[in-house]
């Protein structure tokens, strides 16, 4: 196999909680103590991008997919870890060195009301990147260039003198796209693209999404919690936890053959149109707050195959020989 | 007689310039004990609806027509003194995010035990009892503990679970859902609606859910309305309606989904989107962006056809059920 596009290694992000050094001092039992919390949003995550595919991390709320999302574009800087692109590392680059990975890598964000700056005009939105990359081109290559974008989105080259607010809400996540495009990206990050919009034109912009990988080759690493969309959409998925992936493997693979205790309960919970009676595997007990982690499996409290090892011993990924690679002590001791 | 029935209801928002027709011509029914699903997309009228029923749309929304006949007796008629006797008593409601329906600065114990004085000539004691007992029907842990909790303890799915067992607290004939489970995780979503359908069947309370999620609708509800721009444009057994939708909307809207297209490939997709209330298309609302659309239908709104045990408002379906009939009698 090639190189991938896209590497990260060890990634590890906290957010810390405790404030200044003031903040952090406590008096108890007669001492004075320093005491320090953070989130642990990201706990080690491994994950290769490979060039031309569509790699999907799902997870619930708090499982830290934004968080890597965010990371890899370099608008987080990760607290340990490497973030690889093309075979250079990215992660501790200087502001100009990094500029041309920035053209490189553009995002797409979940809220198209807030992505866009309600002040500017489409044609100003648009324009905006392409003068800071390529600040070089003339007034009618960049005019040209926004014809070409907003059309490939669907969005009459017409309108660019007009307002986000004028838009709907699919208009304005096509717009987010063509800011995307217009610097001929060649690796998306869309950190939950369609979540705010509704069902008819959830189909447009997936479509949309599609026929741009198509015709200009790109690479994308898709955020997102809706995994009937990751079904159709993704090449591999990647189902993280608590900071932590556990499981990843191809996406039909892992929809036909869901390994990981959490997977089968992630898969089982989603609504089916054939359903009568919602038929779903319970898990007790809820998702454990990111500060103070479980020690050994993060999944161990609600985990209903957990033994002694589970609750002492961090699980790796394994490759079993559907491919899949899964992180359990029970598919590794082939209890499960 | 149906335990509520809503006919041909109008509601409209008084703003600048006229009216605006939010609701137009809603009529459907809802038994003791029944699970009705209210589907749309964002725009379409499904929460005015769910809120009229209470009247409990705000300045400027009003209802300019039509009758909400529970018992027998009007709603819309009622005067505010009346109505409050049966919001929250007889109807309850449940709405999406926990967080807004919950007073921050009470414990979840003070709350219950004051919607069921509201209700209720009981003593305090009588009543921390009752919503004790609630609590524990909706499997909250420890429930004791919880009543002298604040909302901001608890975690998204708990305070779901709070507000269900509120909702149940005066024994209501009807809980009235506005998508009760969206701002929930899907892990937590199918506990949450697993849960309400229980409830609602142990009680034999009626469940007016109003969602945008087809899967959740199939799972949990009985019969379905389909709301487009204000209006209802399907409704018929949920089973029937998934199962072979007549409507151009509806089909659309189910073929739209991930589920339905071959991984990779295209998706179905209805182009355009929902018009916005200031500027309503004429005839039937659905027609720039239906592929079946003629002339009559930019002219005049179809009214409802029977199909099987759905009545569907199309032109289109109309003329093939004609075209069937015809056809059958022919052969005859």
């Known amino acids: 196999m090639t190189s991938p596009l896209v590497s990260i290694r060890g990634l590890e992000k906290r957010f810390d909680l405790s404030g200044s050094l003031l903040e952090q001092i406590t008096f108890e039992g007669g001492r004075f103590r320093r005491k320090q919390e953070a989130v642990h949003a990201i706990n080690g995550v491994d994950l290769d991008v490979h060039k031309g595919e569509a790699l999907c991390v799902v997870g619930e709320s708090g499982c830290g997919k934004s968080t890597v999302a965010r990371t890899v574009m370099g608008l987080l800087s990760p607290s340990a870890g490497e973030i690889h692109y093309d075979g250079q590392r990215i992660d501790n680059l200087e502001r100009k060195d990094s500029l041309p990975f920035r053209r490189k890598m553009q995002m797409i964000f979940q809220n198209p009301y807030a992505s866009l700056n309600p002040r500017m005009t489409i044609q100003q939105t648009l324009e905006e990147p392409i003068r800071f990359h390529h600040p070089d081109w003339s ?25 986000g607010h004028e838009f709907s809400g699919g208009q304005r996540q096509r717009i987010a796209i063509a800011r995307a495009l217009a610097v001929d990206p060649e690796f998306i990050v869309a950190d939950e693209p369609i979540s705010a919009l509704d069902v008819s034109i959830q189909a447009q912009v997936l479509n949309l ?23 159709h959409f993704g090449t591999r998925v990647a189902v993280m936890y608590l900071g932590r992936v556990c499981e990843l493997a191809d996406t039909k693979t892992l929809f036909a053959a869901p390994r990981h205790p959490y997977t089968q309960a992630l898969l089982s919970a989603i609504p089916k149109l054939e359903d009568d009676r919602p038929n779903h595997i319970r898990l007790k007990g809820e998702v454990p707050t990111p500060v103070n982690l479980p020690s ?9 195959y957990v033994n002694e090892r589970c609750r002492q011993e961090v699980p790796q990924l394994i490759t079993t020989d559907s491919g899949t690679q899964v992180a359990c002590h029970a598919v590794e001791e082939g209890r499960l | 007689m149906a335990l509520l029935e809503v006919k041909d209801l109008d509601v409209r928002f008084a703003v600048r310039g006229g009216d605006l027709t939010a609701l137009r011509g809603i009529s459907f029914s809802l038994d003791k004990g029944e699970r009705l699903g209210l589907v749309g997309e964002s725009g379409a009228g499904k929460s005015v609806a ?32 009346e109505l409050r006797r049966i919001r929250g008593n007889r109807i309850a409601m449940i709405f999406q995010d926990p967080m807004m329906t919950l007073n921050p600065v009470l414990t979840i114990g003070t709350q219950m035990v004051e919607s069921i004085l509201a209700h209720r000539s009981i003593s305090k004691k009588e009543a921390r009892a009752i919503a004790l007992d609630r609590l524990q029907k909706v499997q909250i842990p420890s429930p004791e503990k919880r009543l002298d909790q604040y909302p901001h303890e608890l975690s998204g799915g708990m305070r779901q679970r709070v507000i269900i067992a509120i909702a149940l607290l005066l024994d ?7 998508e009760p489970t969206t701002a929930l ?13 229980n409830l ?29 721009s204000g209006r209802i444009i399907e409704q018929g057994p949920t089973r029937e309606i998934i199962n072979d939708a007549q409507h151009p909307y509806t089909q659309g809207l189910i073929n739209a989904l991930p589920q339905m297209g071959e991984p990779g490939e295209r998706l179905f997709q209805i182009p355009g989107s929902m018009p916005s209330l200031k500027n309503v298309p004429t005839g039937c609302p659905f027609h720039p962006r239906c592929n079946f659309a003629t002339e009559q239908c930019k002219q005049s709104m179809p009214e409802y056809v029977r199909s099987g045990n759905v009545s569907v408002a199309c032109y289109e379906v109309a003329n093939l059920i004609e075209q069937e009939k015809r056809m059958q009698e022919a052969e005859s």
Request: with cysteine; net charge negative; charged share 20%.
């Open chain 2, 200 to 228: 609602c069947e142990q009680e034999n309370v009626a469940l007016m859910l109003i969602t945008h999620d087809l899967g959740v609708v199939s799972q949990v509800t009985q019969r379905m309305l389909v709301m487009y």
């Open chain 1, 209 to 231: 999404l599609m026929d741009a990988q198509e015709s200009r080759g790109l690479t994308y690493l898709f955020i997102t919690h809706d995994l009937a969309v990751v079904e």
């Open chain 1, 296 to 304: 050994g499996c993060v999944f161990h409290g609600r985990c209903p």
């Open chain 2, 50 to 81: 769910a809120f009229s029923i209470l009247n409990l749309i705000a300045q400027p929304g009003y209802i300019a027509g039509g009758q909400i006949l529970f018992e027998g007796k009007d709603l819309a008629a009622m005067s505010e003194r």
């Open chain 2, 185 to 197: 995780d899907v892990t937590i979503q199918a506990e949450i609606m697993d849960l309400l359908l």
């Open chain 2, 172 to 178: 209501p004939e009807i809980i009235i859902a506005d």
């Open chain 1, 139 to 163: 007034q009618s290559r960049i005019r040209d260039k926004i014809q070409e974008v907003m059309q490939s989105v669907g969005i009459d080259p017409d309108w660019g003198s007009r307002f």
